[in-house]
C-alpha cells in the first residue's frame, strides 16, 4: 500500500475571492475579503445579515438549460470547479481507462436550496403536492458525484462523504486511500455548499455561532482576533485531481505536489463546541504527519481551522502548540477563512488548495482583519498577519474540524 503514491495533478474552483483559481490566487496573496451583505434573500430581520457569496456567477452562461433543471446550487458549484480541475489536468479522455477514474465528492447539507423551494412552493400553495420529479435527484447529497461521473464517463469508485465541516476533507482522505490500496488510479475529489437561504442562516444565527458585524461586513470573518464574533457563512467549491504518482508521470501530468499523510479522530466531546484542549486535534495532526513521515520541525505552513469563533480558534491554536511545542515559532499559521468565509462541508477542499498556491508560489496567503489577536493566543505565533509572506514551502498542513467532534488533517508535500 506505501508503494502507491498521490499527487494532484489538476485544480479547480468558484468561491466568494474567484471564480477560478487564476483569481483565487491572485486574491489569496492580495488579501481580498470576500464578505458582504447577504443579497441572496432579504436577511434584514435575521441577527446576523453577512455572507462571503459567490460573485458575477450567472448559471445559465455556465450550463444549458435542460441541464439546469437537473442542478441544485451546490452541484452548479460542484461541476464548474470539477470541470476546472479536469480541464487542468490534461486528460486524454479517449485513451483513459476511465473505469479507473472515480469521484468522490463532500457536502455538508447537499441540496438544501431544491428542498426549501420545493417544501416551500407546496406549503405556499393550495395543498396540492405538486413536487418536481427533479426534487429528489436535485436535492440528495450524493448527486454531485453522479453528475461529475456523467459528464466525463468516469466508472471507478463514485459516493459523497458528509462529515459537517469536514466533509471535503474527509472525501479527499477516502481518495488518497483508495488510489493507495488501488482501488484507482485517479479521483476528482473536492466538495460543494450553496447554504446561503432562510433556513440555513436562521439555524446558525440561532446558535450564535454567525458574526453579526451587520455595520462592517468586510472585517466581520477575523480568525484569532480579540473581539471575533462568529465565522461568515459561505458558498463554492473546490476540486482537486487526485492521481497515482506512476500514473501521472507516465502521462506527462503536471504535478502540483504530493498528498503525502492524512488524519481523522473524534473528540467525543460535545456536540458542536471542540475539546478546551484539542485532544481530537492532536490526534488527527499527529496521524498526518506519522503517515508522511514529517517531523513537526519539517512543516512550513498550517493553514487553519479558524473559523472567526472564540472557542474554535483557542481549542485549535492549544492542539498545535501543544502538538508542536518549540518549532510552532517556526513555521507560518494563517486562516483563509479570513477572506473567503466558512464554507461548510466545502471549506477543506478549498484550504487544501491554499496550500497548493503556498507550495507552488512560495507564498503564505494571510489572515485578515485581525486589529489585536486575542490575549488568549501566544503573541510569538506568526500568524501571517495581513499581508502575504515570502516563503519556501516544502511541507504544508491543513486542519479541518466540523460539528459532531469530527477532525481531519491533510499534509501535502512539494515535489
Same mark, same amino acid.
Given at each position: 500500500?506505501?508503494?502507491?503514491?498521490?499527487?494532484? %495533478?489538476?485544480?479547480?474552483?468558484?468561491?466568494?475571492?474567484?471564480?477560478?483559481?487564476?483569481?483565487?490566487?491572485?486574491?489569496?496573496?492580495?488579501?481580498?475579503?470576500?464578505?458582504?451583505?447577504?443579497?441572496?434573500?432579504?436577511? %434584514?430581520?435575521?441577527?446576523?445579515?453577512?455572507?462571503?457569496?459567490?460573485?458575477?456567477?450567472?448559471?445559465?452562461?455556465?450550463?444549458?438549460?435542460?441541464?439546469?433543471?437537473?442542478?441544485?446550487?451546490?452541484?452548479?458549484?460542484?461541476?464548474?470547479?470539477?470541470?476546472?480541475?479536469?480541464?487542468?489536468?490534461?486528460?486524454?479522455?479517449?485513451?483513459?481507462?476511465?473505469?479507473?477514474?472515480?469521484?468522490?465528492?463532500?457536502?455538508?447539507?447537499?441540496?438544501?436550496?431544491?428542498?426549501?423551494?420545493?417544501?416551500?412552493?407546496?406549503?405556499?400553495?393550495?395543498?396540492?403536492?405538486?413536487?418536481?420529479?427533479?426534487?429528489?435527484?436535485?436535492?440528495?447529497?450524493?448527486?454531485?458525484?453522479?453528475?461529475?461521473?456523467?459528464?466525463?464517463?468516469?466508472?471507478?469508485?463514485?459516493?459523497?462523504?458528509?462529515?459537517?465541516?469536514?466533509?471535503?476533507?474527509?472525501?479527499?482522505?477516502?481518495?488518497?486511500?483508495?488510489?493507495?490500496?488501488?482501488?484507482?488510479? +485517479?479521483?476528482?475529489?473536492?466538495?460543494?455548499?450553496?447554504?446561503?437561504?432562510?433556513?440555513?442562516?436562521?439555524?446558525?444565527?440561532?446558535?450564535?455561532?454567525?458574526?453579526?458585524?451587520?455595520?462592517?461586513?468586510?472585517?466581520?470573518?477575523?480568525?484569532?482576533?480579540?473581539?471575533?464574533?462568529?465565522?461568515?457563512?459561505?458558498?463554492?467549491?473546490?476540486?482537486?485531481?487526485?492521481?497515482?504518482? $506512476?500514473?501521472?508521470?507516465?502521462?506527462?501530468?503536471?504535478?502540483?505536489? $504530493?498528498?503525502?499523510? %492524512?488524519?481523522?479522530?473524534?473528540?467525543?466531546?460535545? +456536540?458542536?463546541?471542540?475539546?478546551?484542549?484539542?485532544?481530537?486535534?492532536?490526534?488527527? +495532526?499527529?496521524?498526518?504527519?506519522?503517515?508522511?513521515?514529517?517531523?513537526?520541525?519539517?512543516?512550513?505552513?498550517?493553514?487553519?481551522?479558524?473559523?472567526?469563533?472564540?472557542?474554535?480558534?483557542?481549542?485549535?491554536?492549544?492542539?498545535?502548540?501543544?502538538?508542536?511545542?518549540?518549532?510552532?515559532?517556526? +513555521?507560518?499559521?494563517?486562516?483563509?477563512?479570513?477572506?473567503?468565509?466558512?464554507?461548510?462541508?466545502?471549506?477543506?477542499?478549498?484550504?487544501?488548495?491554499?496550500?497548493?498556491?503556498?507550495?507552488?508560489?512560495?507564498?503564505?496567503?494571510?489572515?485578515?482583519?485581525? $486589529?489585536?489577536?486575542?490575549?488568549?493566543?501566544?503573541?510569538?505565533?506568526?500568524?501571517?498577519?495581513?499581508?502575504?509572506?515570502?516563503? $519556501?514551502?516544502?511541507?504544508?498542513?491543513?486542519?479541518?474540524?466540523?460539528?459532531?467532534?469530527?477532525?481531519?488533517?491533510?499534509?501535502?508535500?512539494?515535489?
Amino acid at each position: 500500500m506505501g508503494q502507491r503514491r498521490v499527487v494532484i %495533478t489538476g485544480i479547480g474552483t468558484i468561491n466568494p475571492i474567484g471564480n477560478n483559481i487564476a483569481e483565487f490566487f491572485q486574491n489569496l496573496e492580495k488579501g481580498v475579503s470576500g464578505a458582504g451583505p447577504i443579497t441572496a434573500f432579504d436577511a %434584514t430581520k435575521f441577527p446576523s445579515q453577512v455572507a462571503c457569496q459567490v460573485k458575477d456567477f450567472d448559471p445559465s452562461q455556465c450550463f444549458e438549460r435542460k441541464e439546469l433543471r437537473k442542478y441544485d446550487r451546490y452541484s452548479q458549484f460542484a461541476m464548474v470547479a470539477a470541470t476546472e480541475a479536469v480541464d487542468d489536468a490534461a486528460l486524454d479522455l479517449e485513451s483513459l481507462n476511465r473505469e479507473r477514474v472515480g469521484v468522490i465528492w463532500a457536502s455538508g447539507i447537499g441540496g438544501v436550496n431544491t428542498f426549501y423551494d420545493e417544501v416551500m412552493g407546496w406549503a405556499e400553495g393550495n395543498g396540492t403536492p405538486r413536487f418536481s420529479p427533479f426534487f429528489v435527484p436535485r436535492m440528495i447529497s450524493d448527486i454531485a458525484a453522479g453528475h461529475i461521473s456523467l459528464k466525463y464517463g468516469f466508472m471507478g469508485p463514485n459516493y459523497s462523504v458528509t462529515s459537517a465541516c469536514a466533509s471535503s476533507n474527509h472525501a479527499m482522505i477516502d481518495a488518497f486511500n483508495l488510489i493507495r490500496m488501488g482501488k484507482a488510479d +485517479m479521483i476528482v475529489t473536492g466538495g460543494s455548499e450553496a447554504p446561503i437561504i432562510i433556513p440555513a442562516v436562521g439555524g446558525f444565527s440561532s446558535m450564535r455561532a454567525l458574526s453579526t458585524r451587520n455595520d462592517d461586513p468586510q472585517h466581520a470573518s477575523r480568525p484569532f482576533d480579540k473581539d471575533r464574533d462568529g465565522f461568515v457563512i459561505a458558498e463554492g467549491a473546490g476540486a482537486l485531481v487526485f492521481e497515482e504518482y $506512476e500514473h501521472a508521470v507516465a502521462r506527462g501530468a503536471k504535478i502540483y505536489c $504530493e498528498v503525502a499523510g %492524512t488524519g481523522m479522530s473524534a473528540d467525543a466531546y460535545h +456536540m458542536t463546541a471542540p475539546h478546551p484542549e484539542g485532544k481530537g486535534a492532536i490526534t488527527s +495532526m499527529r496521524q498526518a504527519l506519522e503517515e508522511a513521515g514529517v517531523a513537526v520541525s519539517e512543516v512550513d505552513y498550517l493553514n487553519a481551522h479558524g473559523t472567526s469563533t472564540p472557542l474554535g480558534d483557542l481549542a485549535e491554536i492549544t492542539a498545535v502548540q501543544r502538538l508542536f511545542g518549540e518549532n510552532v515559532y517556526k +513555521m507560518n499559521i494563517s486562516s483563509t477563512k479570513s477572506m473567503t468565509g466558512h464554507l461548510l462541508g466545502a471549506t477543506a477542499a478549498v484550504e487544501a488548495l491554499a496550500c497548493v498556491f503556498a507550495i507552488e508560489k512560495g507564498i503564505i496567503p494571510p489572515t485578515i482583519n485581525v $486589529e489585536e489577536v486575542d490575549p488568549q493566543i501566544d503573541s510569538k505565533l506568526n500568524l501571517t498577519l495581513g499581508t502575504a509572506q515570502k516563503r $519556501e514551502v516544502k511541507v504544508a498542513m491543513s486542519n479541518t474540524f466540523g460539528f459532531g467532534g469530527h477532525n481531519s488533517t491533510l499534509v501535502f508535500r512539494k515535489l
